[in-house]
């Protein structure tokens, strides 16, 4: 040991010395008293690491440290690249967790954990609901622009720690998809309708009423039907031919639309007429902006935007190469114009009314063609004869009876014969009870036949 002096310098060393045998006399006194401490150190460490390991084994529900490490990789990746939006609340309404999908859904700021829920700029009801904790299912949430089905459960159902599992669903784009699919449904069951609805009878204009019925209130507002007066008659039309408006149906009846029965010649400049000259349907959004529209009748195309008719769909009635006139939808309610897929399906729903529209002229033309040849079927004169007047009526029959017949004979002196009956055959060819009054009524002049036939 140094000795120093006041200055601090050393001025001399002091040792002692100690031999060998002490120390080991000494250090053999010890080592029993050591290997007891360390046996007994040893035996607590290895107790307390058995116990931390069961209790470890019993909190990860006997998961080692390497079937841990993958499953927090797994159960991460899975939180963050899920589809749904993830929160974990604790039981005061703080976040303790939010995967990437809930940070987009709620626009949440990059220091949101750990953060109460109200603090959060989230919607009122939404923030309420999260801090409650309470059980809700399916529950829809504005938030922002975005329809969130919100579902929470408790956490601390079976003994688990106080909180709350959030999980948020977008359904901005499913109710969107559901919308979609109703408006699909509801064209298929319009079409449907045209299918059942057109076409009941052969009738040129009572077909072309049910068309326009048909398309409101369902379709259009307003819906107008002008057909060739050609095609009303059952022959077919020419493209300088005036049309005639044969139907006219809307939600209100003070439309100012042109009424039935006027003659309506369209400007080129038209939808009316664009379609007519080239067989192709036109969409016009916004009327009060089409020019070539309002050019066909400048004073009331400005009763009919006034009156708050916005949108107008035409579409050509084409039967083949045939074009037999043209169908004009408007919409004044509702405050959406039409589109491109409503255009499709107007142009769906008049190619099937304008088959029934054909038939109805076909029978138009063949009807009258066998009208006609009934008439030239009569006699042309009566009988010159004082003892009796006669006269006749022709009555073609409609359908579902063969006819009336009658034959005045004349007998020796100033006698008559009548003879009347009814033939139960169908067709332009009746075949009565008496055969021979038939070839009577078309060789003899002196013969009346009166029947009604086809």
């Known amino acids: 040991m140094p000795v120093e002096a006041p200055d601090g310098s050393v001025v001399g060393l002091v040792s002692a010395g100690i031999t060998t045998e002490n120390v080991g006399v000494s250090a053999n006194r010890q080592l029993p008293l050591v290997l007891v401490a360390a046996g007994v150190a040893l035996v607590l460490a290895t107790a307390g690491t058995a116990l931390v390991s069961r209790r470890l084994l019993r909190q990860t529900h006997g998961l080692g440290p390497h079937e841990m490490t993958r499953m927090y990789e797994h159960h991460d990746a899975v939180l963050h690249a899920v589809r749904e939006g993830v929160l974990i609340l604790d039981g005061e309404g703080r976040l303790l967790l939010a995967n990437d999908e809930a940070q987009r859904l709620l626009d949440l700021p990059e220091d949101a954990e750990g953060r109460h829920v109200r603090d959060l700029a989230l919607p009122d009801d939404t923030a309420s609901l999260l801090a409650s904790g309470r059980v809700a299912t399916d529950e829809v949430h504005l938030v922002r622009d975005r329809l969130l089905a919100v579902n929470q459960r408790p956490t601390d159902v079976r003994g688990g720690p106080p909180g709350s ?232 029959a409609q359908a579902g009876v063969g006819g009336d017949w009658f034959d005045v004979l004349p007998l020796s002196g100033l006698a008559w014969r009548w003879w009347w009956g009814t033939s139960s055959d169908t067709g332009c060819t009746p075949r009565p009870p008496w055969g021979g009054c038939a070839r009577r009524c078309t060789t003899s002049p002196r013969w009346i036949c009166r029947r009604r036939s086809c």
């Open 165 to 396: 599992v959030a999980t948020l669903r977008d359904s901005t784009e499913l109710r969107a998809l559901s919308g979609r699919a109703e408006s699909a449904r509801e064209r298929l069951d319009m079409l449907y309708a045209a299918g059942v609805g057109i076409g009941t009878s052969l009738d040129v204009s009572r077909t072309a009423e049910e068309l326009a019925g048909l398309a409101v209130p369902r379709f259009a507002d307003f819906a107008t039907v002008d057909l060739f007066d050609a095609v009303l008659a059952g022959g077919q039309p020419e493209p300088v031919d005036a049309l005639r408006r044969t139907a006219l149906s809307g939600v209100r009846a003070d439309v100012p639309l042109y009424p039935v029965g006027r003659q309506i010649r369209f400007v080129e400049s038209s939808p009316q007429g664009h379609s007519l000259r080239t067989g192709r349907p036109v969409l016009e959004p916004r009327l009060d902006r089409a020019r070539g529209w309002q050019a066909q009748d400048l004073e009331r195309s400005a009763q009919v935007v006034e009156y708050g008719i916005h949108s107008l769909i035409t579409v050509p009635l084409r039967a083949g190469t045939l074009v037999l006139g043209v169908v004009s939808f408007w919409r004044a309610d509702k405050p959406q114009p039409f589109d491109e897929e409503e255009l499709a399906l107007a142009e769906e729903l008049v190619a099937r009314a304008a088959v029934s529209i054909d038939n109805a002229r076909r029978y138009t033309r063949e009807h009258s063609m066998a009208v006609t040849l009934q008439r030239s079927l009569l006699p042309r004169s009566l009988p010159e004869q004082d003892a009796l007047e006669i006269a006749y009526r022709y009555l073609p």
